[in-house]
């Protein structure tokens, strides 16, 4: 059971060919003036960056229009609540990631999905012009990677494990693993500045055993925040209500009342169920974490391990970029 419950994506995202469509910066900061960066061959919208404040400036990079939402929804909500900058790019479009529909149409709707996402989680959403099923690892998406990584001038980065069943969350794991050191060499992207002190890179959980089984270095409590992330995923209807590319007519809702409905029952199912799943499964790190008491009591949960490339942080450090685990 565990193996296939952060494998969603696989049911969800698709294998039919499609289309493409503009690149969208969306999110929380759409409303202020956004600049357009040099992208290498390639121009890239970019969110204006967030005011040097002193906060934590967090980015994710998962392939689709739902990944980063679900593997660090919980944690963006705790970051966000504190005033700290978070921002989930989506390394495809997603246009191919439904049963029914694909190309532009599915890429603007799962844009708007993960608009919608973002307005209750409080991040930032950025959605790269790649078709779904289609990211590589090469030099250009390296450079692409890394400038957006330097435009955040990220502290933390987030991303899939290179381990993983689905090629585009494998290829976006090494993309970002590529971009780990290349970040802080000034000569390399030189119409981006290098940044100065390098991220800590995290992997998110998944299931798979080989090479290596992912092991937490940190766990995080989402309690507080479990039902604004369940309320987040039940907005990404074309996945979890209609089935993505694993789905069929039977799960298309006949009406609003049937569509509440499924959407009440993705609470209560398999999608609550699986972070009670990571709390129990690294119930001995949450109470390291939060304490004895505390830790025990934990129902809901988020787990990353800390990459080897990149800054590697002491276990102090560690507790600074998570700031609402050393407060419990
Ligand atoms: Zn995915």
Redesign the pocket.
């Known amino acids: 059971m565990n193996r296939w419950r952060w494998y969603?994506?696989?049911v969800?995202?698709g294998l039919i060919l499609a289309g493409s469509f503009g690149v969208a910066r969306l999110g929380m900061a759409s409303s202020a003036a956004d600049v357009t960066a040099a992208m290498g061959s390639a121009m890239v919208a970019v969110d204006k960056v967030p005011p040097e404040d002193g906060k934590l400036r967090i980015i994710a990079f998962?392939?689709?229009p739902?990944?980063s939402e679900?593997f660090a929804g919980g944690t963006a909500c705790l970051w966000s609540d504190l005033g700290h900058h978070v921002k989930f790019v989506s390394t495809?479009n997603?246009d191919i990631?439904h049963w029914q529909t694909a190309g532009g149409p599915l890429a603007l709707r799962r844009t708007a999905e993960v608009q919608e996402a973002a307005r209750i989680l409080g991040n930032t959403v950025q959605v790269l012009d790649i078709h779904d099923g289609e990211i590589e690892p090469t030099l250009e998406n390296r450079r692409t990677f890394t400038r957006l990584i330097r435009h955040w001038n990220a502290d933390i980065v987030i991303t899939?494990r290179p381990n993983d069943y689905?090629p585009?969350?494998r290829y976006t794991g090494i993309l970002v693993q590529d971009a780990a050191y290349m970040v802080t060499v000034p000569f390399f992207c030189p119409d981006v500045p290098a940044i100065k002190k390098n991220p800590v890179f995290l992997y998110a959980s998944d299931g798979f055993q080989k090479p290596n089984p992912f092991r937490p270095d940190i766990v995080v409590s989402i309690d507080s925040v479990i039902e604004r992330k369940l309320d987040a995923m039940a907005e990404l209807v074309s996945q979890f209500i209609e089935g993505g590319c694993g789905g069929s007519a039977s799960d298309v809702p006949r009406d609003a009342a049937d569509l509440k409905a499924r959407q009440e029952q993705l609470r209560k199912g398999w999608l609550r169920q699986q972070h009670m799943d990571l709390a129990n499964q690294y119930r001995d790190r949450l109470i390291e974490l939060y304490g004895e008491e505390a830790g025990k009591k934990v129902r809901h949960a988020e787990a990353f391990e800390v990459c080897e490339y990149g800054r590697y942080p002491t276990k102090d450090e560690l507790r600074t970029l998570f700031p609402f685990v050393a407060q419990q």
Do not use: L, N, S
């Open positions: 969603v994506c696989g969800f995202c998962g392939a689709h739902d990944d679900i495809t997603g990631g899939h689905h585009d969350h």
